[in-house]
């Protein structure tokens, strides 16, 4: 198994028990997309008060340690968005493979969508 099939099948279990342990049973996908994207973007939050985007403070010494911690815990809602929807590691692998792929093109001007290539 590889290590993004690992975290499908973690994050699987977890959201079972997760769903068990909190009699969460009769919600909806749409209703779970809503919950994990509103998480995600409070994760994202604690991210970027890691990063030092307040100009009008002065800077912290990066915690790289905490910055981290905040990137699995995006990782943890996005993956269990992508499993509510019946995707797999196979499938991401795949979308994602052909997502970065057009993102080349686009800025090399190889793409049908104009408005991308860089001069």
Request: include cysteine.
């Amino acid at each position: 198994m590889d290590k993004l099939e690992r975290i499908f099948e973690l994050q699987r279990a977890f959201d079972t028990s997760l769903v068990a342990l909190r009699a969460l049973e009769g919600i909806s996908t749409e209703q779970w997309i809503q919950k994990e994207t509103l998480a995600m973007i409070s994760e994202l939050a604690e991210l970027i008060d890691e990063v030092n985007f307040k100009w009008w403070k002065n800077p912290k010494e990066l915690d790289y340690a905490a910055i981290k911690e905040e990137l699995v815990d995006i990782l943890h809602f996005f993956v269990s968005m992508c499993l509510k929807v019946g995707m797999d590691a196979d499938e991401l692998c795949r979308l994602y493979t052909a997502k970065n792929r057009e993102n080349f093109d686009r800025q090399q001007g190889r793409s049908e969508k104009p408005g991308y290539e860089a001069v």
